[in-house]
């Protein structure tokens, strides 16, 4: 079983950076691909950004809504994956969720196995 704990998030202007962490326990985190949803008041949970295990080489995706603006980041030896987000626009606000698999990678968030509890993220104009 595999517990995730999201921290980082905040209020921020539009412009700003942020950057979201997501500590994993109770599994092995270099064989998980990891990924950052997020989900606006009302609207469904979004795809934002994904990294694959070691095993595949550790390749990132985005959405093209954050692609050049986020940066997703994993560090095996503290079990934590990262989002950096940067130019940061009212659109971003949103509760953003880390997921875990061990055995898929996908934009969909129903595949996803195992979800923290969320990181409010607010971006004022």
């Known amino acids: 079983q595999v517990q995730l704990a999201e921290s980082g998030g905040g209020l921020v202007q539009a412009g700003d950076s942020l950057r979201l962490s997501c500590t994993a326990s109770?599994?092995?985190?270099?064989?998980?691909?990891m990924a950052w949803f997020r989900q606006a008041p009302g609207k469904e949970r979004d795809f934002v950004a994904l990294?694959?295990?070691?095993?595949?080489?550790?390749?990132?995706y985005y959405s093209d809504s954050v692609k050049g603006r986020f940066t997703i980041s994993r560090d095996n030896a503290k079990n934590t994956v990262y989002l950096q987000m940067n130019s940061l626009k009212p659109e971003d606000s949103a509760v953003y969720y880390c997921a875990a698999d061990a055995r898929v990678a996908a934009t969909t968030s129903q595949l996803w196995e195992y979800w923290g509890q969320g990181t409010r993220v607010t971006v004022s104009s």
């Open positions: 990294i694959m295990n070691m095993n595949s080489g550790g390749r990132t």
């Open positions: 109770g599994g092995a985190f270099s064989g998980y691909a």
